[in-house]
Nanobody
């Protein structure tokens, strides 16, 4: 199983980006899909998760600005990030639970200039 992320980049404060993460390989089912991030000098933190039934949970710092959604047919999760702030600058990682195993993406850099 492999997770491949895309969509990071440089954006001005107030702008938007969409991240995607697709799973490939052989597996039965994907349960939780989530996004985490790590900023320089800070701890790894949860950004958003979505379960197999579509329930979502967000970090307080991104509520109302970020939206997580999934395309089950494509084994892909997305993170729509709007109204980006300088403090959203970080490496973003997707994390899937697939057949009870945890898999991580390679990380994608998001840089928000103020």
């Amino acid at each position: 199983v492999q997770l491949v992320e895309s969509g990071g980049g440089l954006v001005q404060a107030g702008g938007s980006l969409r991240l995607s993460c697709a799973a490939s390989g052989r597996f039965l089912s994907i349960n939780h899909m989530g996004w985490y991030r790590q900023a320089p000098g800070k701890q790894h933190e949860l950004v958003a998760v979505i379960t197999s039934d579509g329930s979502t949970n967000y970090a307080d710092s991104v509520k109302g600005r970020f939206t997580i959604f999934r395309d089950n047919a494509a084994n892909t999760v997305y993170l729509q990030m709007n109204s980006l702030k300088a403090e959203d600058t970080a490496v973003y990682y997707c994390r899937f639970i697939i057949d009870t195993m945890v898999y991580w993406g390679q990380g994608t850099q998001v840089t928000v200039s103020s």
